[in-house]
């Protein structure tokens, strides 16, 4: 967002503390008073959801000025992450009495079949065509 549209948001903010729906008479007023240009207040009337007819929701952009000069809280401390050693990782042993599943053999050999005819009819139409 521009860094107007953040003014006017903020002022926005500093006259109606505990409100994020604007009507847009009052957007209008307060950003004609700060010197926000028609153009700029499209701007935010064209990204800012609309409610309903002429409000307009504004949370996006306002904010309680309170809470930004609160400290952000300290989380819990984070503690030194350990690399994964070669012990670590687990590899399965090939298993002797695994049975493959399937008709590999078949399938390829039914493929190959079906390109080879296709090809073959391919080629056909292609020189058949003047």
């Not at 109606?16 to 935010?44: M, N, Y």
């Not at 050693?85 to 399937?102: H, I, L, M, N, Q």
């Amino acid at each position: 967002m521009n860094a107007l549209i953040n003014t006017l948001a903020t002022e926005l903010t500093r006259r109606f503390p505990d409100r994020t729906q604007f009507k847009r008479a009052e957007i209008e007023s307060v950003g004609k008073e700060i010197g926000i240009g028609h153009t700029k207040r499209q701007e935010l009337y064209a990204t800012a959801p609309k409610v309903r007819k002429g409000v307009y929701e504004l949370s996006a952009l306002v904010y309680n000025i309170e809470d930004v000069k609160k400290e952000p809280t300290k989380g819990p401390s984070m503690t030194s992450i350990q690399s994964a050693t070669f012990e670590d990782c687990y590899v399965p042993t090939a298993d002797s009495t695994y049975v493959k599943w399937g008709t590999y053999n078949d399938v390829s050999l039914l493929s190959s079949l079906v390109c080879s005819i296709l090809y073959s009819l391919l080629v056909c139409l292609v020189m058949v065509r003047p």
